[in-house]
């Protein structure tokens, strides 16, 4: 399973920014290792971002991605103490579930 997610969420005024970085080797398949065999593809599919229970984000993702991504947005509508749960998927079926509560 991959490290923990950093998850940081604050509000500015009236809206909450939200930035995660997830670990993950994020490998294409197309890169040869040290022996000239190719790596396997082995990167984040799936996205999911809620907060205070609500889906705010669903997406895929694809190899086009660097390795350890970073993702960050901003949202109005939140408040402080609301809980941001994020879940990813990989291609290989691995999952990470990670939540931080906004200050």
Do not use: C, Y
């Not at 399973?1 to 995660?20: C, F, T, W, Y």
């Not at 000239?36 to 889906?55: E, M, S, W, Y």
Request: hydrophobic letters at 40%; glycine letters at 10%.
């Amino acid at each position: 399973m991959a490290d923990p997610m950093k998850i940081r969420a604050s509000m500015k005024g009236d809206v909450a920014e939200i930035r995660i970085l997830m670990s993950h080797a994020m490998e294409t398949g197309q890169r040869k290792d040290a022996a000239g065999n190719t790596v396997p593809a082995h990167f984040i599919q799936n996205l999911t971002i809620d907060v205070a229970g609500k889906r705010i984000v669903e997406g895929q993702t694809g190899t086009a991605i660097a390795r350890n991504p970073v993702f960050g947005f901003k949202m109005k509508g939140a408040k402080a103490g609301d809980k941001v749960v994020v879940n990813w998927v990989d291609n290989k079926g691995d999952k990470r579930t990670d939540e931080a509560t906004i200050a």
